[in-house]
C-alpha cells in the first residue's frame, strides 16, 4: 500500500541541544522504519536558524499514524524529546498527487 499521509513536524530544539537531537532522531528513525505502514522519514534542518527541525514522514493513513504515535517505542521517544524540545507544531497532510522524478537520459 503507498502513502497517504504525509506528517509535518516542526521542532525548536533548545539552545545546546542540537547534536542530541540528531543523535536522538536517528536513533529512533530505525524503529520507525520497522513499523509496517511507515513510508519513510527525513530529518531537514533549517540552514539560518540555530535549533530548527523539519521532520517529514509517511504513513500509509491516519489510523496507521496514530496506532504508531500510542505505541511505546514513540512514547519512549517522546519523553526523550520533550527534555530537550523548545516547541514545535505538527501538520497532518493528505497526499492529493505525487510524482516520481522524471527519468534522467542514459537510464
Known amino acids: 500500500m503507498t502513502a497517504g499521509l504525509r506528517v509535518l513536524l516542526r521542532i525548536s530544539i533548545a539552545d545546546g541541544h542540537e547534536a542530541e537531537f540528531e543523535e536522538l532522531w536517528q536513533s529512533h528513525a530505525e524503529t520507525v522504519r520497522g513499523f509496517p505502514d511507515n513510508h519513510g522519514q527525513q530529518l531537514l534542518r533549517e540552514r539560518d536558524e540555530q535549533g530548527s527541525y523539519t521532520v517529514l514522514t509517511d504513513w500509509t493513513d491516519e489510523p496507521s499514524f496514530r496506532a504508531f504515535e500510542q505505541s511505546p517505542e514513540q512514547q519512549a521517544y517522546l519523553r526523550k524529546l ?26
Open 82 to 107: 520533550w527534555a530537550i524540545r523548545a516547541g514545535g507544531e505538527m501538520r497532518l497532510l493528505e497526499v492529493v498527487h505525487a510524482l516520481s522524478p522524471a527519468a534522467t537520459a542514459g537510464t
